[in-house]
T-cell receptor, first 110, second 112 residues
């Protein structure tokens, strides 16, 4: 069973701080990784895709991938209350479909 | 650009009734997916399709059926609705399996 694991949280950070979200995956064959943000009552929306080892930056977001250690992380710099949401990690999975993690709930405190 | 469109947005069913949740995408994506999400929980894959005429079961297919007669449409059929099927249903699509999935706004379904 291919799995993606995340701490469920909630992760609480003060406004302006760096939020660090982590994800591990079990399938060593996975090549594609994604971070989604889901606000309460809304659908998931894509934040970042990462395919290669190392860091990928997009505005206040940085995704980090380490295939040898099988983990993916998402850093949110200068966290804002509007970043409060559940963050889903996903990887290209077994049998033609994604595997989503259970999500980490982030709360940014004003 | 509409993306992935789901209808209806909300629905209340009685136990034993049937209904079809509609999903259509205008991005010419090959892959389409149906997920359910129970309150406070993660996404569970119900069915997916890799192209017109091809469908396969996901993690929780019991009580549901799908069809894919066109690239654009991927309806989800509930037969004999049960209270355990009360959930939010999301349809998603992607061009390839290793590309990001794009989600519709969801259908909130209550079965009483």
């Amino acid at each position: 069973q291919k799995e993606v694991e995340q701490n469920s949280g909630p992760l609480s950070v003060p406004e302006g701080a760096i939020a660090s979200l982590n994800c591990t995956y079990s399938d060593r064959g996975s090549q594609s990784f994604f971070w989604y943000r889901q606000y309460s009552g809304k659908s998931p929306e894509l934040i970042m895709s990462i395919y290669s080892n190392g860091d990928k930056e997009d505005g206040r977001f940085t995704a980090q991938l380490n295939k040898a250690s099988q983990y993916v992380s998402l850093l949110i710099r200068d966290s804002q209350p509007s970043d409060s949401a559940t963050y889903l990690c996903a990887s290209e999975g077994y049998g033609q479909n994604f595997v989503f993690g259970p999500g980490t709930r982030l709360s940014v405190l004003p | 650009n509409a993306g992935v469109t789901q209808t209806p947005k909300f629905r209340i069913l009685k136990i034993g009734q049937s209904m079809t949740l509609q999903c259509t995408q205008d991005m010419n994506h090959n892959y389409m997916y149906w997920y359910r999400q129970d309150p406070g929980m993660g996404l569970k894959l119900i069915y997916y399709s890799v192209g017109a005429g091809i469908t396969d079961k996901g993690e929780v297919p019991n009580g549901y059926n799908v069809s894919r007669s066109t690239t654009e449409d991927f309806p989800l059929r509930l037969e004999l609705a049960a209270p355990s099927q009360t959930s939010v249903y999301f349809c998603a699509s992607s061009y390839k399996v290793d590309q990001p999935q794009h989600f519709g706004d969801g259908t909130r379904l209550s079965i009483l």
